[in-house]
């Protein structure tokens, strides 16, 4: 089943994706393509809503990837948010947790807003990135 209706919700300019479930139904990369198009209409960071996934399959992983290749190429970077402990488990056990920003808080919404704060108080971009997600992150 392939999914490319995905509630979207802007948080200063970064769009936050609530994928969840659908996320997990979805195996024909659907999310992917809809967050593809996000970057090419400009947006570099991008944050993904992973509360409520059941199922972290080749198809989501895959996208992840192709989506977090996409976003540096334009400085930019994946937030993945609220993702379930068996996504932040395989990613490490495979090495590629570092490519991606982890925010599990329980007010994510907050937390995105003060990590667009940072970024629009450089206008460098994300030159300082690990030092501003450090202090705002924690």
């Not at 996409?70 to 495979?94: C, E, N, Y």
Request: without cysteine; charged residues 20%.
């Amino acid at each position: 089943m392939k999914f490319t209706s995905y509630i979207i919700r802007m948080v200063g300019s970064i769009p936050m994706v609530y994928a969840g479930q659908a996320a997990g139904d979805d195996l024909q990369g659907g999310l992917e393509e809809v967050l593809l198009n996000k970057i090419e209409e400009g947006h570099n960071r991008i944050a993904i809503n992973l509360n409520g996934l059941k199922y972290f399959h080749s198809t989501l992983l895959a996208g992840l990837l192709n989506l977090d290749i996409h976003a540096k190429r334009s400085s930019g970077f994946i937030i993945l948010v609220q993702s379930p402990w068996f996504v932040k488990t395989m990613m490490d056990q495979m090495g590629i947790s570092e490519r991606f920003i982890w925010l599990n808080e329980e007010s994510p919404l907050y937390m995105l807003e003060r990590l667009e704060k940072a970024f629009m108080s450089n206008p460098e971009g994300n030159r300082d990135i690990e030092r501003k997600l450090e202090n705002i992150v924690g």
